[in-house]
């Protein structure tokens, strides 16, 4: 009654093609489908077919194996009959070659419920001209209380664009009605003790219907998996492996999925909400080494209730099911505004972009060319946040289902991509030329903060093209007590010192060096340039060996030591990060003169000195100690790789992944602002340029800067080779020591971690504690 309350807006009866949801016994027709409006819900896909029919299994299956055969090994060996019969007489000579017999369970290619299974081990009697499945029989499986039994796991598709699972907590336990035997030519016709069908043991006088939790033929996987656990059993491993099963299995599924839908909705923009979804039943059956196999797979599994246990089950699956689609009677009113909108759009032309004619010119290609990629942003940046409202409506409603596909772990989605890929390959060679594009779209990895810089970029190109100079913000002016007061609150410290080049009269002339420190597990180093030419610290590919490391320790001792200020010998409960600048601070005043080429030459000359003379130090180590911790980082990266892998893409998040590189951002910005006296430091180039490269190396999930330890994928130099923005040789080097900074703040940082935790294994990638509450933060 409850559900009926909450639901009853969407209820409808048969004939009324309307309805927001549409549920079906059977498979659906694809004119069906391309006939529904954009706010229905339909419970099947077009094209799960290809996994749910014994033989388009066996068939899709067979393939996937000959390409990922270690990962598809969780389905029996099968053949279809009667296309594959000589290939299975083949393989009975050779077991009769080696005098080994198997037994074989024969099924009906489309059949259900158990009829017409059974188990052979005279294989000359099977008739060849029938079309079904031969399959080789799991004679050694896990036996509960001397019983053979089987799973059944209810799985949520909500999307195949892109592809969401969800695995249901709970599900039935089947189990067989007669003690297990091994087959043998005296039981092979007991299919109550072979099988563990509902519909074949229901019939059985052995049937037990039980309504306790732990007795009975029908069981919950609840109850089984305390079981388990109770036994000693890796419980987390067990569902981890049906886990892998289920997606694995569905990505077969994917591509023909995909290719049905799209051509049911031709219309419908990549990634907006699907008006399919799938409730399907996964039978399992474990082996006796608790590995799962795949017997088939249920596109209409029963939500009949014979007993208590079907009835608490089944309705948690329908009930959190429909708490995850987010069906509301509102749908139809907003769809429909949203039709007439689109209406309006098309009739006035508004946001349609400009065709070009066989006479166009240079500019007009190029002004094409942008608006198409503007275009193309916005377009991606609607799909994302629309998505980020739907993860947050999944997060809240989740109820009793865990998501599967994709996963939260970094690695395992990467594999899951891999397989997926393979999967396109496979099925789609030749075909479907457009869904294979979008598979490789970057854009597809981008988060919405990426998407913005693109966008912003566009913009840059826009005005440039149209021959306007970037809007300036107007300067900002300071009184000498709004200086006091930043000093006040430890916002900025510098030691100016007046430059003969931009220095007005009325700058003030502030004296005395005064430290800047962050809370942060390392140190930069920012002292006055002295030469430009022992910049390169280290190559850019990360190799074990540096036979130039007698440079960097001769750079190093350079530095003077007057120029440092010493760390306090008081203890703090937090790791501390200093930047020592030594320079001059001019404040921009209103009215300045704009700087001439060679000014800023000398600016871009002074730039690059200090950026070169920055050094990371780790908290509590002198610089000399932490030069030896990131070369021994270095010169064991055998060793040390796969432990910064996992910490810098798995562990961490997009966010924590950009607060790591803020440690640089920020204190880059600090002495853009010293040199260049410009308080609004995003006016000027370089910092955009800087601003690109750190876009970069955060590019898909921290790929970028993993590829520039790595030496692997594409170099962080092609985001200006794909732009027509000129990048002169200075800038280019002040590029390379941001992205060398970078490279050595993430090695501090994960060694920093690791040795203050312990080890890296355990480390929770959270740093909301109270050791990381203002990891990154500005004074």
């Given at each position: 009654v409850s559900w009926k309350q909450k639901y009853d807006p969407v209820l409808s009866i048969d004939d009324d093609e309307t309805a927001n949801l549409i549920w079906n016994d059977s498979s659906v027709q694809h004119e069906k489908i391309a006939e529904l409006r954009n706010y229905q819900r339909i419970n099947h896909f077009p094209g799960m077919g290809e996994i749910c029919r014994k033989d388009c299994l066996a068939r899709n299956m067979a393939k996937m194996i000959k390409s990922q055969p270690q990962e598809y090994s969780f389905i029996p060996k099968t053949w279809i009959f009667p296309a594959e019969c000589t290939q299975f007489q083949n393989y009975v000579k050779e077991l009769k070659r080696k005098r080994k017999q198997k037994t074989f369970i024969v099924k009906p290619a489309n059949g259900a419920m158990g009829h017409g299974i059974s188990l052979i081990r005279n294989y000359e009697k099977l008739p060849v001209q029938d079309h079904f499945i031969v399959q080789e029989y799991l004679d050694k499986p896990f036996l509960m209380e001397g019983y053979k039994f089987d799973l059944r796991f209810y799985i949520l598709v909500t999307s195949c664009d892109p592809l969401r699972v969800f695995l249901y907590n709970d599900g039935l336990v089947r189990m067989g009605t007669e003690k297990y035997h091994t087959p043998n030519e005296s039981n092979l016709n007991q299919l109550y003790m072979h099988l563990t069908n509902y519909s074949v043991n229901k019939h059985n006088e052995n049937f037990e219907r039980d309504e306790t939790v732990d007795k009975g033929s029908k069981r919950s996987i609840g109850w089984f998996t305390e079981f388990l656990r109770t036994n000693d059993y890796d419980v987390a491993k067990f569902w981890g492996d049906v886990s892998e099963l289920v997606v694995k299995t569905l990505i077969v599924a994917e591509p023909h999925v995909l290719h049905a839908y799209r051509m049911c909705r031709p219309g419908?923009?990549?990634?907006?909400?699907?008006?399919?979804?799938?409730?399907?039943?996964?039978?399992?059956?474990?082996?006796?080494?608790?590995?799962?196999?795949?017997?088939?797979?249920?596109?209409?599994?029963?939500?009949?209730?014979?007993?208590?246990?079907?009835?608490?089950?089944?309705?948690?699956?329908?009930?959190?099911?429909?708490?995850?689609?987010?069906?509301?009677?509102?749908?139809?009113?907003?769809?429909?505004?949203?039709?007439?909108?689109?209406?309006?759009?098309r009739l006035y032309g508004q946001g349609s972009t400009r065709k070009l004619t066989a006479g166009s010119s240079e500019w007009e290609r190029q002004r094409h060319l942008l608006e198409r990629r503007r275009e193309e942003l916005k377009e991606r940046l609607a799909q994302v946040r629309k998505q980020v409202s739907r993860d947050e409506h999944e997060k809240r409603h989740l109820g009793n289902y865990r998501r599967i596909y994709p996963p939260d772990d970094k690695l395992l989605l990467e594999k899951y991509e891999s397989l997926l890929s393979a999967a396109f390959q496979t099925f789609l060679a030749g075909r479907a030329a457009s869904l294979q594009k979008e598979m490789n779209n970057p854009l597809k990895r981008m988060k919405e903060e990426d998407i913005l810089d693109l966008l912003e970029q566009c913009e840059l190109d826009d005005e440039k093209l149209m021959g306007k100079t970037s809007k300036q913000k107007g300067p900002k002016v300071y009184s000498i007590s709004q200086m006091l007061w930043f000093f006040v609150l430890g916002r900025v410290h510098w030691k100016p010192a007046p430059k003969p080049m931009r220095a007005p009269s009325t700058s003030p002339n502030l004296s005395g060096l005064i430290r800047r420190s962050m809370s942060c597990p390392r140190s930069i180093s920012s002292l006055t340039a002295q030469s430009p030419t022992n910049e390169t610290r280290r190559p850019k590919t990360m190799t074990p060996i540096r036979p130039h490391m007698a440079c960097r320790s001769h750079s190093l001792s350079r530095n003077s030591s007057t120029n440092r200020v010493p760390h306090s010998s008081k203890k703090t409960s937090r790791s501390i990060i200093h930047l020592y600048c030594v320079g001059s601070l001019h404040v921009r005043v209103q009215g300045e003169t704009p700087l001439s080429k060679e000014q800023e030459a000398e600016l871009m000359q002074q730039t690059l000195a200090a950026l070169g003379e920055m050094r990371i130090r780790y908290p509590g180590k002198s610089e000399e100690e932490a030069e030896a911790v990131l070369d021994e980082i270095l010169n064991n990266w055998k060793y040390h790789k796969?432990?910064?892998?996992?910490?810098?893409?798995?562990?961490?998040?997009?966010?924590?992944?950009?607060?790591?590189?803020?440690?640089?951002?920020?204190?880059?910005?600090?002495?853009?602002?010293?040199?260049?006296?410009?308080?609004?430091?995003?006016?000027?180039?370089?910092?955009?340029?800087?601003?690109?490269?750190?876009?970069?190396?955060?590019?898909?999930?921290?790929?970028?800067?993993?590829?520039?330890?790595?030496?692997?994928?594409?170099?962080?130099?092609?985001?200006?080779?794909?732009?027509?923005?000129?990048?002169?040789?200075q800038e280019l080097r002040c590029c390379q020591h941001v992205v060398q900074l970078c490279r050595d703040c993430l090695l501090v940082v994960y060694k920093f971690v690791a040795d203050s935790r312990g080890s890296l294994s355990g480390l929770s990638p959270d740093w909301d504690d109270t050791r990381y509450s203002h990891f990154l933060k500005r004074p």
């Open positions: 419908q923009p990549p990634g907006s909400a699907s008006i399919c979804f799938e409730v399907l039943g996964f039978d399992i059956i474990l082996d006796r080494k608790l590995k799962p196999w795949l017997l088939e797979i249920n596109r209409a599994p029963s939500f009949g209730t014979d007993q208590k246990i079907d009835y608490d089950v089944k309705k948690g699956v329908l009930l959190n099911t429909l708490k995850l689609l987010n069906i509301r009677a509102s749908d139809k009113r907003r769809n429909l505004a949203q039709q007439k909108a689109e209406a309006q759009r796969p432990k910064v892998a996992s910490y810098w893409l798995v562990k961490l998040d997009a966010t924590k992944q950009r607060k790591v590189l803020d440690i640089v951002r920020t204190n880059i910005r600090s002495v853009l602002q010293r040199i260049w006296s410009e308080p609004d430091v995003e006016s000027l180039r370089l910092y955009r340029l800087f601003n690109r490269v750190f876009n970069r190396l955060l590019w898909s999930h921290g790929q970028g800067l993993w590829n520039c330890l790595s030496s692997s994928g594409s170099s962080w130099e092609s985001v200006f080779s794909k732009s027509s923005e000129v990048v002169t040789t």
